[in-house]
């Protein structure tokens, strides 16, 4: 028997170790374009340091450098150089390697890690970010001439009019005094490496190991570099790579974005944020085989599924290594007769359950028994998706293939979305905070599910003149005051309600992971009062949800200030803003498909979503309509409110009927938090 609830079965089936397929993100190419950019505008800084007093010093320290290598015996420069400059085929071929494979090998190296192995182009790009600092602060400190410009050399590159360095005008104002160290032979090593990491194949390292050798020929016999300005080339390359492996060793894997970690901060015992669903299925009901076949045949198309966190307290995911099935999936029987409402106090029991944070944080789990039908339920940690990223992870399992539509719309400038967070920034200090602070029941949550046909809804939504939304906020408070009237007196009639708000940009997808919301706090009233009595207050209040300011300023301290903020006093900022001094209840209404799935050969027959709430907060509905059905799911703190007995007034009051405001209905969009979108 299951130690959690006492009249379930719980059946593990033996352990069975799928392959661990890290799913790894590429970061941005907008942003990864303007750190280039940053770094080319450190080169142009110490470009305009040049002056007469710096071509002294670059002359004398050339003339040292010339002196060094003949007592080493390393002047080899000189040799080369005559013998180039008398073939002028070959020199020109050496002329255009010179200006062009350095930069072609590196932004080719650059794009194929990109596309193919994300985890090393970090290394690669932080690695090669590092060598040119270090470049960049050798021209800085102490400029060197060139062999060419010396007297006794040929300037090959210049003589021959080569296109795309100082040999042509387009160029001709470039750093000549950048010669320690060679930033050609460098890149070239630096390639070198990179690909020694990408692949052990032998052809492949004999091709970069040539690469080098012409290249180190090339600068030496164009008289572009000293055989030192080499050498400092693989000490600025070996420091580069050191560097980086030990801040690799040190950070391990890939860091959390603030508004994901957020929820690993609000996290506390006994109020456990995990998101996900609820699938009831007919027949034919899946196999635990068939459900275990389909989350591995998508494994690779769920973010984070296969990492884990770095350690207790870090905030960075790494690969977890093979999957435990016997953990992350399993198979329950509720006894003979169960109903729907014991299907949802074991899975309020399951849901309410912390993931372990030294594995993936998701598990799913089979349910027999209920009725003539089975259920799944799947859940994540609300640091690897929002509401809708759940849904939409949900979706990966089902079959036909579906992508849930985020609409295209042009986003908002960026001067007029930074001036819609100062305006947001604004708005949430004055909304001040509720009436009262709620009191606690205890960790012990209640769960309870609905569904009414969606349609139903909309006709009772424009009956009021309503949206679907403020028809369900509007519920929201009546019900609590029919169920708990005392409750609802302590609130003082106003319930404080966080709504989430989605801000996804054009182009993102909904599974693309993490959490891309904002919230919008507002007072619902109350009152066990009907919809048409309590419209005009719900309509205006629930204006400021058809404006983002208020989202956009919230989604900016999560995903943006709080990244100046330290671990610590980013937790204290999560405990403290995400509970009942800000607010007192949670109310989510998602769109989802509007057609018929499977799920492992098993038919869908309905979907709830699984929201968690937040530490301190009494009530917390989901509202996911699916295939003509609005599915609802309540959670309480089962101290203070009985989720079966508010369901049921929710269900009730959500479908008043109250035609008083004439018949000339308005069309109203279902899901205004959906549609709002952000860059």
């Excluded at 060139?146 to 001709?172: E, I, N, Q």
């Excluded at 006709?459 to 929201?476: F, P």
């Excluded at 609802?488 to 404080?496: D, I, K, P, T």
């Excluded at 066990?528 to 629930?542: F, I, M, Q, T, Y």
Aim: glycine share 8%.
């Amino acid at each position: 028997m299951s130690a959690t609830h006492p009249h379930h079965l719980q059946l593990h089936l033996p352990p069975v170790r799928w392959p661990a397929i890290p799913r790894e993100r590429r970061p941005r190419v907008s942003r990864e374009l303007l750190g280039g950019l940053a770094l080319f505008s450190v080169y142009l800084l110490v470009d305009a340091l040049n002056g007469s007093s710096r071509t002294a010093a670059a002359r004398s320290h050339g003339e040292r450098v010339i002196r060094l290598e003949q007592w080493l015996q390393l002047d080899v420069e000189g040799r080369l150089n005559s013998w180039l400059a008398g073939r002028p085929g070959l020199m020109t071929v050496a002329n255009y390697e010179y200006a062009t494979t350095y930069i072609v090998s590196a932004a080719l190296l650059l794009v194929i890690t990109y596309v193919w192995t994300p985890a090393l182009y970090r290394q690669a790009r932080n690695s090669f970010v590092v060598l040119n600092l270090l470049a960049f602060a050798c021209f800085a400190f102490f400029p060197l001439m060139p062999p060419r410009m010396m007297p006794g050399y040929v300037d090959t590159v210049s003589s021959g009019g080569t296109v795309g360095s100082w040999g042509s005008p387009l160029v001709a104002s470039a750093n000549q005094l950048a010669a320690m160290p060679s930033l050609h032979m460098a890149w070239a090593l630096w390639v070198s490496v990179m690909l020694a990491r990408m692949s052990h194949r032998r052809w492949l390292q004999v091709a970069s190991a040539i690469h080098v050798a012409v290249t180190l020929y090339v600068v030496l016999a164009t008289a572009n570099h000293f055989v030192v300005d080499a050498l400092g080339a693989a000490v600025v390359v070996l420091a580069a790579v050191a560097v980086t492996e030990w801040w690799q060793r040190r950070h391990p894997g890939t860091a959390l974005p603030t508004a994901d970690a957020f929820f690993l901060d609000v996290e506390t015992p006994g109020h456990a944020q995990n998101v996900g669903g609820l699938v009831l299925m007919g027949a034919p009901l899946p196999s635990y085989a068939r459900v275990q076949d389909t989350i591995g045949a998508q494994l690779d198309e769920l973010p984070h599924f296969t990492e884990q966190l770095a350690a207790p307290g870090v905030s960075r995911w790494v690969p977890a290594g093979p999957i435990d099935w016997s953990h992350h999936l399993v198979e329950v029987a509720l006894p003979p007769g169960s109903d729907l409402a014991d299907l949802d106090v074991l899975v309020g029991e399951l849901t309410a359950q912390e993931l372990p944070r030294d594995r993936p944080l998701w598990r799913a789990w089979v349910i027999r028994g209920v009725g003539g039908q089975a259920a799944f339920c799947i859940v994540m940690h609300h640091c690897m998706a929002d509401g809708i990223g759940a849904v939409a992870k949900l979706l990966n399992l089902l079959e036909p293939p579906y992508e849930l539509p985020i609409p295209a719309r042009e986003g908002p400038s960026a001067m007029r979305r930074s001036a819609g967070v100062i305006q947001g920034l604004a708005q949430l200090a004055t909304d001040g905070k509720p009436a009262t602070v709620l009191p606690t029941g205890g960790p012990r949550r209640g769960f309870a599910t609905f569904e009414v046909p969606l349609e139903t809804v909309r006709d009772a939504a424009r009956a009021h003149r309503m949206r679907v939304t403020e028809l369900l906020l509007a519920a929201t408070g009546s019900a609590l005051a029919a169920v708990d009237p005392a409750l609802a007196q302590r609130c003082g009639e106003q319930l404080r309600v966080s709504v989430p708000v989605m801000l996804r940009a054009p182009g993102a997808g909904a599974d693309d992971g993490g959490n891309l919301t904002g919230a919008v706090l507002l007072d619902v009233p109350a009152r066990n009062a009907s919809p048409a009595d309590l419209r005009d207050e719900v309509c205006r209040r629930g204006g400021a949800l058809r404006t983002p300011t208020r989202a956009l300023a919230s989604r900016w301290v999560m995903a943006t200030a709080l990244r100046a903020a330290p671990p610590a006093g980013r937790r204290w900022f999560a405990r403290t803003v995400y509970g009942p001094k800000y607010f007192q209840a949670i109310v989510s209404n998602m769109p989802g498909p509007d057609q018929r799935f499977t799920l492992a050969g098993g038919a869908v027959d309905r979907v709830h979503p699984i929201l968690p709430p937040a530490p301190g907060i009494p009530l917390t509905i989901g509202a996911l309509s699916w295939n003509g059905m609005l599915g609802i799911t309540v959670v309480t703190d089962a101290g203070l409110l009985d989720a079966r007995a508010y369901a049921e007034a929710l269900d009730a009051h959500l479908l008043a009927s109250d035609r008083r405001v004439g018949t000339e209905i308005p069309e109203f969009p279902d899901h205004p938090e959906s549609d709002r979108i952000a860059r």
